[in-house]
């Protein structure tokens, strides 16, 4: 099973940016999926998490500015990021903790490829 991100890219300050995460397999069970990201030098740091009942959590250095969000019918989660820092800028990845297929088989801490997302001041 694989997470696939989409939606990164080059944006100017104050600008939004939308990401996609999408499970390429037939999900049985995706309770947690989170984002998070890592500029260059710095260690990887959680920025929002979401629960299949759509309870979420944030950085506070992202509060009220992204919004995580979820189609449990597509196993799709969202990030989407309104008023854009120079210091958003890092690679973004998604992560579930865990992932139960229709088949049965149970995957931990699962990442995706990461999607690079640059914020020009």
């Known amino acids: 099973v694989q997470l696939v991100e989409s939606g990164g890219g080059l944006v100017q300050a104050g600008g939004s940016l939308r990401l996609s995460c999408a499970a390429s397999?037939?999900?049985?069970?995706?309770?947690?999926m989170a984002w998070y990201r890592q500029a260059p030098g710095k260690q990887r740091e959680l920025v929002a998490t979401?629960?299949?009942?759509?309870?979420?959590n944030y950085a506070d250095s992202v509060k009220g500015r992204f919004t995580i969000s979820r189609d449990n019918a597509k196993n799709t989660a969202y990030l989407q990021m309104n008023s854009l820092k120079p210091e958003d800028t890092a690679v973004y990845y998604c992560?579930?903790?865990?992932?139960?297929?229709?088949?049965?088989?149970?995957?931990?801490?699962?990442w995706g490829q990461g999607t690079l997302v640059t914020v020009s001041s």
């Open positions: 979401i629960t299949s009942g759509s309870n979420t």
């Open positions: 397999r037939s999900i049985f069970s995706l309770n947690v």
């Open positions: 992560n579930a903790p865990e992932i139960v297929t229709i088949g049965g088989n149970r995957y931990l801490d699962i």
